[in-house]
């Protein structure tokens, strides 16, 4: 089997594995039935692609959606490896290039949607170009419940049976229920090797905010990242097009995205999104799981987001270069209401809509959060952190107040009410409001009648939320959105605990935040360079610009300003590939000058091969007319001199065996002496 680590810095360009991934792949490529969890940005694609390569056969990937897939196969085709995808977007010369490569044996992965496993015929199709991996993309799409359901994935498991074949399961949103799930149906119930490998993704600022003219929110957190490629999420397509149009009108490159569009339309936007650096999509939530770019620099919440999985997918999709990245979310009572709506609405079973409640508790929390959210966000997927410093509470931790006696008060109105109203009756109970309702079912005589005064009607509508937040209360379905107490709510009723909350959430944003630089005031003007450079190469060769490197590669590159080739070779994500095709015209930017460079030379750039080439073309150079610089000119072919590089012969017979008899007289000796020096 191929060394993983000599395929990842030959085909990939990297020279080590990122936490987590190296383990990951050694058990897919030993064939070990495999389920990993790994945060967005973390490296899932290469934990099933390396293995692919290492192992015999194909490897087949299924993926949710078409653009996810097109993009990964261009990658892969930009780094030299036979890829294809069959799906509905293919066009018949696609389709017959995808099943040229497979019948020449030529294919090594091949990307299918899931709604190609319901096709007739598909199942011996595998088996008969020789598939010998399953890889699922975006495994919680299994889950009948989950925010992403795909029917067509509960095929998989049936596939998995019929080629009787090792499964690789990756995802990066799976809660405990979801990941029980994923191996009940892609496995069958047996337990496959488990990575948990962490949710963390330090490199994205979280930010939450109420909301206070939201689209003034969203322009001015526009507006401070002018230039840089973003999301907004809304929670309706008609806001789509109107926040679309208003970041227009404020100088932005912008366009909106929703599935009521027409799908030429919602190809042209997820097109633009890939090729043009910079440009905002305004979107429904419908825009951006299959969109693998990554140098999206920040994401917004226009709305609420549905759950905890939601919002940690959707700004998942911010900064997966791994430089900083910033999110935004605004908030509100009618996102709430919104929201519960959704769930109450819904054709889930009780028990389902409980769950659905509860997780969106768990966001509430995030966003009434009063000290680290970054703690929150991992706590909820099991995982213990300290605080972050790289959120909004960290920056500003926020006003808080000892509101004990306050939800011990709202509680007792709860349950002294049966636990049979909302809020809005609630909180009339509290300040002592004689409405029709109090009056007609003689609340108005309850102990707690009246002993909320010292609150606003906003502000028990902010504790209530913040109550919800901490899953201290819950909407029940089945009473129309009555509150009812969990068991965690008891002991503070009782006297028992304490809690603290935000004293008041209900304010506007305070002035601008700092944004974070992707480089030193000194190096952006080289970047802003090797940007355009790269745009320039994307559009002739009409692709998306991080094809040809992603954002973090030029950052690195703008760092480190490499001046030769083989210093370039070090850069992260400079495969071998890459460097022979774009090597010398970025170095030309770097250096301001582009000294041509043999083919020869430029296929071993980066390895040990390359110093030993220049000092054997030196050799070759000096003794290209004799020792005594008398004689006819003789020289030896840049093809030559590699083969003698890579091969490194240590011995007279071993040399004579790449040079003729007049060869090996002139330049053997001295050759032999470079090649023994240098070792």
Same mark, same amino acid.
């Given at each position: 089997?191929?060394?993983?680590?000599?395929?990842?810095?030959?085909?990939?360009?990297?020279?080590?594995?990122?936490?987590?991934?190296?383990?990951?792949?050694? &058990?897919?490529?030993?064939?070990?039935?495999?389920?990993?969890?790994?945060?967005?940005?973390?490296?899932?694609?290469?934990?099933?692609?390396?293995?692919?390569?290492?192992?015999?056969?194909?490897?087949?990937? =299924?993926?949710?959606?078409?653009?996810?897939?097109?993009?990964?196969?261009?990658?892969?085709?930009?780094?030299?490896?036979?890829?294809?995808?069959?799906?509905?977007?293919?066009?018949?010369?696609?389709?017959?290039?995808?099943?040229?490569?497979?019948?020449?044996?030529?294919?090594?992965?091949?990307?299918?949607?899931?709604?190609?496993?319901?096709?007739?015929?598909?199942?011996?199709?595998?088996?008969?170009?020789?598939?010998?991996?399953?890889?699922?993309?975006?495994?919680? %799409?299994?889950?009948?419940?989950?925010?992403?359901?795909?029917?067509?994935?509960?095929?998989?498991?049936?596939? *998995?049976?019929?080629?009787?074949?090792?499964?690789?399961?990756?995802?990066?949103?799976?809660?405990?229920?979801?990941?029980?799930?994923?191996?009940?149906?892609?496995?069958?119930?047996?337990? $496959?090797?488990?990575?948990?490998?962490?949710?963390?993704? $330090?490199?994205?600022?979280?930010?939450?905010?109420?909301?206070?003219?939201?689209?003034?929110?969203?322009?001015?957190?526009?507006?401070?990242?002018?230039?840089?490629?973003?999301?907004?999420?809304?929670?309706?397509?008609?806001?789509?097009?109107?926040?679309?149009?208003?970041?227009?009108?404020?100088?932005?490159?912008? %366009?909106?995205?929703?599935?009521?569009?027409?799908?030429?339309?919602?190809?042209?936007?997820? #097109?633009?999104?890939?090729?043009?650096?910079?440009?905002?999509?305004?979107?429904?939530?419908?825009?951006?799981?299959?969109?693998?770019?990554?140098?999206?620099?920040?994401?917004?919440?226009?709305?609420?987001?549905?759950?905890?999985?939601?919002?940690?997918?959707?700004?998942?999709?911010?900064?997966?270069?791994?430089?900083?990245?910033?999110?935004?979310? @605004?908030?509100?009572?009618?996102?709430?209401?919104?929201? *519960?709506?959704?769930?109450?609405?819904?054709?889930?079973?009780?028990?389902?809509?409980?769950?659905?409640?509860?997780?969106?508790?768990?966001?509430?929390? @995030? !966003?009434?959060?009063?000290? %680290?959210?970054?703690?929150?966000?991992?706590?909820?997927?099991?995982?213990?952190?300290?605080?972050?410093?790289?959120?909004?509470?960290?920056?500003?931790?926020?006003?808080?107040?000892?509101?004990?006696?306050?939800?011990?008060?709202? /509680?007792?109105?709860? @349950?002294?009410?049966?636990?049979?109203?909302?809020?809005?009756?609630?909180?009339?109970?509290?300040?002592?409001?004689?409405?029709?309702?109090?009056?007609?079912?003689?609340? !108005?005589?309850?102990?707690?009648?009246? #002993?909320?005064?010292?609150?606003?009607?906003?502000?028990?509508?902010?504790?209530?939320?913040?109550?919800?937040?901490?899953?201290?209360?819950?909407?029940?379905?089945?009473?129309?959105?009555?509150?009812?107490?969990?068991?965690?709510?008891?002991?503070?009723?009782?006297?028992?605990?304490?809690?603290?909350?935000?004293?008041?959430?209900?304010?506007?944003?305070?002035?601008?935040?700092?944004?974070?630089?992707?480089?030193?005031?000194?190096?952006?003007?080289?970047?802003?360079?090797?940007?355009?450079?790269? *745009?320039?190469?994307?559009?002739?060769?009409?692709?998306?610009?991080?094809?040809?490197? $992603?954002?973090?590669?030029?950052?690195?590159?703008?760092?480190?300003?490499?001046?030769?080739?083989?210093?370039?070779?070090?850069?992260?994500?400079?495969?071998?590939?890459?460097?022979?095709?774009?090597?010398?015209?970025?170095?030309?930017?770097?250096?301001?000058?582009?000294?041509?460079?043999?083919?020869?030379?430029?296929?071993?750039?980066?390895?040990?091969?390359?110093?030993?080439?220049?000092? /054997?073309?030196?050799? &070759?150079?000096?003794?290209?007319?004799?020792?005594?610089?008398?004689?006819?000119?003789?020289?030896?072919?840049?093809?030559?001199?590699?083969?003698?590089?890579?091969?490194?012969?240590?011995?007279?017979?071993?040399?004579?065996?790449?040079?003729?008899?007049?060869?090996?007289?002139?330049?053997?000796?001295?050759?032999?002496?470079? =090649?023994?020096?240098?070792?």
């Amino acid at each position: 089997m191929t060394d993983a680590r000599a395929l990842l810095a030959e085909v990939f360009g990297y020279d080590a594995f990122r936490p987590g991934q190296e383990e990951i792949v050694a &058990a897919v490529a030993l064939g070990r039935p495999t389920l990993a969890i790994m945060p967005t940005g973390g490296g899932k694609s290469l934990c099933f692609q390396l293995p692919a390569l290492m192992r015999e056969g194909v490897t087949v990937v =299924i993926s949710p959606l078409i653009a996810l897939m097109r993009d990964q196969v261009r990658a892969l085709r930009a780094a030299g490896v036979e890829a294809g995808a069959l799906t509905s977007a293919n066009s018949e010369a696609e389709t017959e290039e995808v099943f040229a490569a497979l019948d020449e044996g030529r294919m090594k992965l091949l990307y299918l949607a899931p709604e190609r496993l319901g096709l007739s015929g598909t199942i011996q199709m595998l088996k008969r170009v020789g598939t010998r991996l399953i890889a699922v993309d975006e495994a919680h %799409c299994v889950s009948q419940w989950g925010h992403d359901f795909r029917p067509d994935y509960l095929r998989i498991g049936e596939l *998995r049976r019929a080629l009787d074949v090792p499964l690789a399961a990756f995802t990066a949103t799976a809660d405990e229920e979801t990941r029980a799930e994923i191996v009940t149906r892609l496995f069958g119930g047996e337990a $496959p090797a488990t990575f948990l490998k962490g949710f963390d993704r $330090p490199n994205i600022h979280l930010a939450f905010a109420v909301k206070d003219q939201p689209r003034r929110q969203i322009l001015d957190f526009a507006a401070a990242r002018r230039g840089q490629s973003g999301i907004v999420y809304t929670a309706s397509r008609a806001r789509t097009e109107v926040l679309a149009q208003a970041l227009r009108e404020a100088g932005h490159a912008a %366009c909106h995205y929703h599935a009521g569009m027409e799908g030429d339309d919602r190809r042209e936007a997820e #097109v633009r999104f890939q090729r043009e650096d910079g440009l905002i999509v305004v979107a429904t939530v419908a825009f951006g799981m299959g969109i693998d770019k990554p140098d999206i620099r920040w994401v917004a919440h226009a709305d609420l987001p549905k759950s905890i999985e939601a919002y940690y997918q959707e700004i998942g999709r911010a900064g997966r270069d791994g430089a900083p990245a910033e999110t935004l979310t @605004l908030f509100g009572p009618d996102d709430i209401r919104l929201r *519960r709506t959704q769930i109450d609405e819904g054709a889930a079973p009780a028990e389902r809509k409980a769950a659905d409640h509860a997780r969106l508790n768990h966001l509430l929390g @995030l !966003a009434e959060a009063v000290a %680290c959210r970054r703690q929150i966000l991992l706590s909820y997927f099991g995982e213990p952190s300290e605080p972050c410093g790289a959120c909004d509470l960290c920056d500003a931790p926020p006003e808080t107040f000892d509101a004990t006696e306050a939800a011990r008060m709202a /509680l007792s109105a709860i @349950l002294r009410t049966g636990e049979g109203f909302g809020a809005g009756h609630l909180i009339d109970i509290l300040l002592g409001a004689e409405t029709e309702k109090v009056r007609a079912r003689g609340h !108005a005589a309850l102990p707690t009648f009246g #002993v909320g005064r010292g609150f606003q009607r906003p502000e028990w509508q902010a504790i209530f939320r913040q109550l919800a937040g901490r899953d201290l209360i819950r909407p029940d379905a089945e009473r129309h959105g009555a509150f009812r107490m969990t068991e965690a709510a008891r002991p503070i009723l009782r006297g028992e605990a304490g809690l603290v909350l935000r004293r008041d959430t209900i304010r506007a944003a305070r002035g601008t935040t700092v944004v974070k630089a992707l480089v030193s005031e000194e190096d952006a003007p080289l970047l802003s360079a090797l940007k355009a450079k790269r *745009r320039a190469l994307a559009e002739a060769a009409g692709m998306p610009a991080y094809i040809v490197f $992603p954002d973090r590669t030029l950052i690195e590159m703008a760092e480190r300003r490499p001046e030769t080739l083989d210093q370039m070779a070090r850069i992260s994500g400079v495969g071998a590939k890459k460097l022979e095709s774009y090597g010398a015209a970025f170095l030309a930017v770097i250096t301001g000058a582009s000294e041509p460079v043999h083919p020869a030379r430029r296929k071993i750039a980066g390895r040990a091969a390359g110093p030993l080439y220049d000092r /054997l073309e030196a050799t &070759a150079r000096d003794l290209m007319r004799g020792a005594a610089g008398t004689e006819k000119p003789m020289s030896l072919s840049p093809a030559l001199l590699r083969r003698i590089a890579e091969g490194r012969p240590a011995t007279e017979a071993a040399l004579s065996r790449h040079l003729d008899a007049a060869q090996a007289e002139r330049f053997g000796a001295s050759l032999l002496a470079t =090649i023994l020096d240098e070792e």
